[in-house]
């Protein structure tokens, strides 16, 4: 199956610093990206969702400023946590679909603030 | 509104047991159905899946059945392996691509 790759796996911070996470498709082109976030024992919930080289739309109650999402090219997504703060700690999973309606999932990002 | 319940775990199963992991949902519309897996280290992995009530999704001998009338699809393995120690995601998908997932069952198989 395709290959999704995530950078970093895990990322330690301290509060108000920036942290950026890649979200690489390997072997396909990701026409569309989506980013979610999993809290212990929860859902994986969609954040938004990303083109190539538009916008990204993002889900109800998700912060755009806060969350910043790239997707300049079709091999690479990126998410940016701004201003990060010890609530934002928790896992970041992307997938990535081409042209056809599998998403193909990253590894994950598990993300701290202290 | 749409969302995917599942049976918590952990579960733990010797192996060649039977293994049911129960997924039930509520959806807007005709969902299509999904079992995910994550062995560790790696991403979400599809399974199976099924596009319309009552198709049977089957992938390495594990089996759902979509019920539109209990609105189900539980997961299901007559003979579990050591190898298919990991967690599994049921979720569901309306319309566009997104998907809606329960919050993962952990299943370990031991020897």
């Known amino acids: 199956g395709a290959v999704v790759s995530q950078h970093p796996s895990r990322v330690i911070c301290k509060s108000g610093t920036s942290v950026k996470i890649e979200c690489r498709s390997l072997d396909f082109q990701a026409t569309t990206m989506f980013w979610y976030r999993q809290f212990p024992k929860q859902s994986l919930m969609l954040m938004a969702t990303s083109n190539e080289g538009s916008k990204a739309t993002y889900e109800q109650g998700v912060e755009k400023d806060k969350f910043l999402i790239n997707h300049a090219s079709l091999t690479l997504s990126t998410l940016t946590v701004t201003s990060a703060h010890p609530e934002d700690s928790s896992f970041y999973i992307c997938?990535?679909?081409?042209?056809?309606?599998?998403?193909?999932f990253g590894p994950g990002t598990r993300l701290t603030v202290l | 509104g749409n969302s995917v319940t599942q049976m918590e775990g952990p579960v733990t199963l010797s192996e060649e047991a039977f293994l049911t992991i129960n997924c039930t949902y509520t959806a807007t519309g005709y969902p299509s159905l999904f079992w995910y897996v994550q062995y560790p280290g790696e991403g979400l992995q599809l399974l199976l899946k099924a596009t319309k009530a009552d198709d049977k999704g089957s992938n390495k001998g594990f089996e759902a059945t979509y019920r539109k009338e209990t609105t189900s699809f539980h997961l299901e393995k007559g003979s579990v392996q050591v190898s298919d120690s990991a967690v599994y995601f049921c979720?569901?998908?309306?319309?566009?691509?997104?998907?809606?997932f329960g919050t993962g069952t952990r299943l370990t198989v031991i020897p």
């Open positions: 979720a569901l998908r309306t319309g566009a691509n997104n998907l809606f």
């Open positions: 997938s990535g679909a081409g042209s056809g309606d599998t998403q193909y």
